[in-house]
Nanobody, 127 residues
Framework: QVQLVESGGGWVQPGGSMTLSCSASGNIFNVIAMGWYRQTLGKQRELVATFTSIGEIEYGDSMQGRFTISRDRAKNTVYLQMISLKPEDTAVYYC?????????????????????WGQGTQVTISS
């Protein structure tokens, strides 16, 4: 019922910039939190940046400064602007969101919150 679709990945030379976007669609009642993680082979998925449940921005270790997260709440979309990219930024970038859906059955509204992941978008930094 909920989909996260990422776009904007690809290849860029060191020092370049790139912007990723992620849009949530489906039977969405409320987006509680939404942000970006990344993962390289053999490593755990790590936080890049996220909007928390209280609307604050949280950046992963060493992410602030070159990575900027923004959002369009009306479109349920988050963006990740990346500048001064380095080869070590090469990874699959995943969109993550905690979303509440509302269903109606038997005259009663029900609310269910779940965590969702996008399919991931590859970002490659190389010369």
């Amino acid at each position: 019922q909920v989909q996260l679709v990422e776009s904007g990945g690809g290849w860029v030379q060191p020092g370049g910039s790139m912007t990723l976007s992620c849009s949530a669609s489906g039977n969405i009642f409320n987006v509680i939190a939404m942000g970006w993680y990344r993962q390289t082979l053999g490593k755990q998925r790590e936080l890049v940046a996220t909007f928390t449940s209280i609307g604050e921005i949280e950046y992963g270790d060493s992410m602030q400064g070159r990575f900027t997260i923004s959002r369009d709440r009306a479109k349920n979309t988050v963006y990740l602007q990346m500048i001064s990219l380095k080869p070590e930024d090469t990874a699959v970038y995943y969109c993550n969101a905690d979303i509440t859906i509302r269903t109606f059955s038997g005259g009663i509204y029900s609310y269910t919150s779940n965590e969702h992941w996008g399919q991931g978008t590859q970002v490659t930094i190389s010369s």
